[in-house]
């Protein structure tokens, strides 16, 4: 991915009144970044801790590392790289473990399929692969006040997905009639955990979550843990 780099104070002024206000409180912002691509991580980190309402900058390689980062540093927003492998999964586990905090979507396909996923998983903002550092710090602030920042496109996907929900394109969970937890655990093995790893964050027993497990290949039609990533983008 390809940005038009622009120093920090040029690119946190282009906005002008497209942009919301300014947090209140000098430095306010907090924030997490997670994606398995060191150079583009680390330069985002760069950037935003240039500015001067950010306070914080942590950065993840792991999806599930990002959840312990997010609560260390108290953040308000996860910048989720969705080119990495489970991007949704690990969207419905920011916004399930760590309600309060918006996660925006980086390098999103603009497809039907990626941003119903997202929109699904309760993801905030969007930033395309196309999109720049202007239209990435513009997400951040803009869902920071509870607003949706996202490209055309992107919101024509949405319109039109609105539009369809009364017929049968349901999400995964009822799709495969996979309950709460099931739902839970199906998350987590899609982001690599073992049972024993998903049993010490759920503080349940590991043959239970092998019995979950089981259930939900079968309720999926997958044949091994490897395929439930492929089921639940679908």
């Known amino acids: 991915m390809v940005h038009q780099f622009q120093p920090p104070g ?10 919301p206000n300014r947090t209140a409180d000098a ?8 994606s398995p691509i060191r ?8 950037v935003l801790r240039a500015l001067d309402d950010v306070a914080e900058v942590s950065t993840c390689e792991e999806a599930i590392d990002a959840v312990g980062a997010a609560r260390r540093i108290a953040a308000q ?7 990495a492998a489970a991007g949704v999964s690990a969207a419905r586990v920011f916004t399930r473990e760590l309600p309060g905090v918006h996660v925006v979507a980086l390098a999103l396909p603009e497809t039907g399929q990626s941003v119903v996923a997202c929109a699904e998983a309760g993801i905030v903002g969007y930033v395309s692969r196309e999109g720049t550092l202007d239209d990435l710090i ?14 055309p496109g992107i919101t024509g996907i949405l ?13 995964y969970a009822t799709k495969f009639r996979l309950t709460a937890r099931e739902r839970e655990i199906a998350d987590q093995v899609a982001l690599g955990l073992s049972n024993r790893a998903i049993a010490d964050r759920l503080g349940i027993e590991l043959c239970t979550v092998k019995n979950h497990v089981h259930n939900i290949l079968d309720k999926l039609g997958a044949g091994q843990r490897a395929e439930i990533a492929r089921c639940l983008q679908e």
């Open 159 to 171: 319109m039109r997905r609105i539009g369809a929900m009364a017929d049968d394109r349901l999400p």
């Open 10 to 19: 040029e690119a946190a002024a282009g906005f002008g009144a497209d942009a």
């Open 138 to 151: 513009a997400a951040v602030r803009h869902a920071m006040v509870g607003e949706m920042r996202c490209p």
């Open 27 to 34: 430095g306010a912002l907090r924030i997490v970044i997670v």
């Open 77 to 83: 927003v996860v910048l989720l790289d969705m080119s």
């Open 39 to 46: 150079l583009y991580r680390d330069g985002l980190a760069a």
